[in-house]
């Protein structure tokens, strides 16, 4: 009898969930005669779009998408967290929900845990945006100083309260920022407060924003911020919030009635204790074809992995842009190591990004034949507002 052929996905990110789609789909041109039995492991529940951890930060909207929803037909579904990978064996141990150790035999194992958002220390107040537990309680406490504000007489702490800081001036900060401010001045109307009071600053550690891309879309983007209303701080990174107050290396300290913390990405660090060779930034090495380097079987993509575009020696960033594409690509290579075919070579996207600038409103840039392409407006909305949905295969 022939063995079924087991590929185990751990993390059902962006890079997790079109994994399996691509995996699904290339291999069925054929496993040797071998019948596809496909699992996905991630610690969630649910598949949580993070891209949007700004909604729930500013509405009661939900980011989160049922499992049954994202998986091909006929994948199992384990709610759990690898804690082994026996390399030689070609088996995993994973600590379910419960608390419980069970071992699992694969075939193919395709690492896809993604990144963790950089977190403020403890000691420097406010709240990082980690996660959807951390945005709902940047909604309620932005949302009870609006409260306070409106029953409050003295005019400099009514102020305070009606001011918001976001530091770290990155995609994300720069999209909660935008975000931010919309509803803060819809709330404040509510509460019979003046909207033109509220104020959102956002700190820029770096000289200009964007530094993805050109100086004059940084500039745009700088423009559209400070037409919304947003107090951009550029070249200043906050230390800390303490007593009301955000402090900075230099100057005078600015009164908030919060702090949010946007401070980018760093790759999972759960991947240092799985005995996979990881680079000095801890993202796991693969070769031009997404194989783990001396660990036969295995795979690594989207944040998680450090991949290199063989032809101009560029990694990818993580982003969801790169990762998508790389786990498409992975259906193929896997189909071809199984049956002793070329497998496809990872290749670079097209350099450009989509920033969502509160509702209805985005912007888009590419640079393709030399020349950098920019849409914003109604129009930059709705393709970032794809994007979104594309990623966490929303319909």
């Known amino acids: 009898m022939i063995k079924d052929f087991t590929c185990v996905v751990v993390g059902g ?51 989160t998408v049922p499992w049954e929803q994202v998986m091909p037909e006929g994948t199992r579904f384990i709610q759990g967290r690898v804690t082994n990978i026996d390399k030689e064996s070609k088996l995993l141990s994973l600590e379910d929900g419960r608390g419980q150790e069970h071992r699992m035999e694969y075939d193919v194992l395709v690492m896809a845990v993604g990144s963790v958002v950089r977190q403020a220390a403890p000691e420097q107040g406010g709240i990082s945006l980690t996660g959807m537990e951390a945005a709902e309680r940047i909604r309620e406490h932005w949302q009870s100083n609006l409260r306070l504000a409106a029953a ?32 803060m001045r819809a709330e404040a109307g509510k509460l019979r407060l003046d909207p033109e009071h509220i104020r959102v600053h956002l700190f820029n550690a770096q000289d200009r924003l964007f530094l993805e891309g050109p100086a004059k879309v940084g500039k745009r983007l700088e423009r559209y911020l400070t037409e919304l209303g947003i107090v951009l ?10 007593q009301g107050q955000l402090h900075f290396l230099e100057g005078a300290p600015i009164p908030v009635g919060l702090t949010v913390w946007t401070l980018g990405l760093a790759p999972n660090p759960a991947l240092l204790s799985l005995g996979l060779p990881v680079t000095a930034d801890g ?51 896997v189909q071809a190591d199984v049956t002793g075919t070329p497998a496809a070579k990872h290749r670079s996207v097209n ?9 209805g409103h985005g912007l888009v840039w590419s640079r393709a034949w030399g020349m950098d392409l920019m849409i914003t407006g109604k129009l930059a909305y709705k393709v970032k507002s794809f994007m979104w949905n594309y990623s966490s295969m929303v319909r």
Do not use: W
């Open 283 to 333: 993202q796991i090495v693969v070769d031009e074809s997404y194989r783990v380097k001396d660990a036969p079987g295995i795979y690594g993509i989207g944040d998680c992995a450090h991949v290199v575009d063989p032809a101009s020696g560029a990694a990818d960033r993580m982003t969801c842009k790169e990762a998508i594409p790389q786990a498409a690509r992975l259906g193929g290579i």
């Open 13 to 63: 990110g962006f890079a997790g969930i079109h994994a399996l789609k691509a995996i699904h789909k290339g291999c069925q041109k054929g496993l040797n005669g071998r019948k596809l039995r496909l699992f996905l492991i991630d610690q969630g529940s649910a598949h949580v779009r993070k891209v949007l951890l700004f909604r729930p930060a500013v509405s009661g909207e939900s980011i």
């Open 233 to 242: 701080h550029q070249g200043r990174r906050a230390l800390k919030e303490e």
């Open 152 to 183: 409050e007489t003295d005019a400099q702490e009514k102020q305070r309260l009606m001011s918001i800081a976001v530091a770290g001036a990155g995609i994300t900060g720069i999209e909660t920022s935008a975000e931010l401010i919309h509803a």
């Open 351 to 359: 350099e450009g990004y989509t920033v969502g600038l509160g509702p």
